[in-house]
Nanobody
């Protein structure tokens, strides 16, 4: 199983980007998926999770600006990022679980079984 993340790039503060994550090798229609990010010199942190239909979770730092969604027909996970700030600069990773995670699990890296290679988002003027 591989997760292919794409959509990163250079954007000015206040701009928008949409990240995509496409799994290959299996579908995750009934499983939790999420996005994490790692800024230079920092540990990887939770960004957002799609636990189950309409059951979404966000880190406080991105709430109201980012939106996670999933298109099961396309087997694709998205992260719409609006009002981007320089502190959003990081490598963004998508992840998938073999199960449906409960809320206390969905923010934790170790709850996810599959990881993508990451896509770089740089927010700078």
């Amino acid at each position: 199983v591989q997760l292919q993340a794409s959509g990163g790039g250079l954007v000015q503060p206040g701009g928008s980007l949409r990240l995509s994550c496409v799994p290959s090798g299996r579908t995750f229609s009934g499983n939790s998926m999420g996005w994490f990010r790692q800024a230079p010199g920092k540990e990887r942190e939770f960004v957002a999770a799609y636990r189950w239909r309409g059951n979404l979770m966000y880190a406080d730092s991105v709430k109201g600006r980012f939106a996670i969604s999933k298109d099961n027909a396309k087997n694709t996970l998205y992260l719409q990022m609006n009002s981007l700030k320089p502190e959003d600069t990081a490598v963004y990773f998508c992840a998938a679980s073999s199960s449906t995670l409960i809320a206390s699990q969905a923010r934790r890296e170790e709850a996810y079984d599959y990881w993508g290679q990451g896509t770089l988002v740089t927010v700078s003027s």
